[in-house]
């Protein structure tokens, strides 16, 4: 079970769009519809973003968007805004009851 | 509104194990719809998946973390635990737990507590 793969970091400017991919196997992101992304500032917790690929909780706002194709699930957010810089992790069901994360992206938003 | 709690000690000596409780208010262990996971982040790297249990008691594992783990449940405390033995350094982290549906997505989250193991 190896960590999915995300680009270090990203960046974009206000009101500009940004994706950060995720890269995982054909035992993970591409062999099942369970992938959720988490958003974290500094010293929080993560926050539950986007799960089953592109279904976003309640109170997580629209500009945030999920998608996938094959082993790769991709989170857009359009409309940057200042409160969107934080570390992004994507999460993926990898069978027998497990879970693996991505290693992280830090989006700034210059 | 459910809330998480993590709680226990926060310095634990090389070779020993490392015990800690999420306590769940605000809603019962023993919902049929989720599991409780425990996952942790060490110093300025990203999360892991550590466990998650259902309040039956069934119980999964990181493989990688699998012969050291333990996650149990105590549904009349509203309370899971999780015991990491032989910890070492690499163990240093912050500890989280959370509610999670299935292997699909973990909703809520306590608010983490740091653990670091030294001497």
């Known amino acids: 079970q190896s960590a999915l793969t995300q680009p270090r970091s990203v960046s974009g400017s206000p009101g500009q769009s940004v994706t950060i991919s995720c890269t995982g196997t054909?035992?993970?992101?591409?062999?099942?519809?369970?992938v959720s992304w988490y958003q974290q500032h500094p010293g929080k917790a993560p926050k539950l973003m986007i799960y089953?690929?592109?279904k976003r909780p309640s109170g997580v706002p629209d500009r945030f968007s999920g998608s996938k194709s094959g082993n790769t699930a991709s989170l857009t957010i359009s409309g940057l805004q200042a409160e969107d810089e934080a570390d992004y992790y994507c999460?993926?069901?990898?069978?027998?009851?497990?879970?693996?994360f991505g290693g992280g992206t830090k989006l700034t938003v210059l | 509104q459910l809330q998480l709690q993590e709680s226990g000690p926060g310095l634990v000596k090389p070779s020993e194990t490392l015990s800690l409780t999420c306590t769940v208010s605000?809603?019962?262990?023993?919902?049929?719809?989720?599991?409780w996971g425990w996952i942790r982040q060490p110093p300025g790297k990203g999360l892991e998946w550590i466990g998650s249990?259902?309040?039956?008691?069934?119980?999964y594992y990181n493989p990688s973390l699998k012969s050291r783990v333990t996650i149990s449940v105590d549904t009349s405390k509203n309370q899971f635990s999780l015991n990491l033995s032989s910890v070492t350094a690499a163990d240093t982290a912050v500890y989280y737990c959370?509610?999670?549906?299935?292997?699909?997505?973990?909703?809520?989250w306590g608010r983490g507590t740091t653990v670091t193991v030294s001497s």
């Open positions: 959370a509610r999670a549906n299935w292997g699909r997505y973990m909703d809520v």
């Open positions: 605000g809603g019962s262990i023993s919902s049929s719809s989720y599991y």
């Open positions: 249990i259902y309040y039956s008691g069934t119980t």
């Open positions: 054909s035992s993970d992101v591409g062999g099942y519809s369970y």
């Open positions: 089953d690929v592109s």
């Open positions: 999460c993926s069901y990898a069978g027998s009851y497990t879970v693996v």
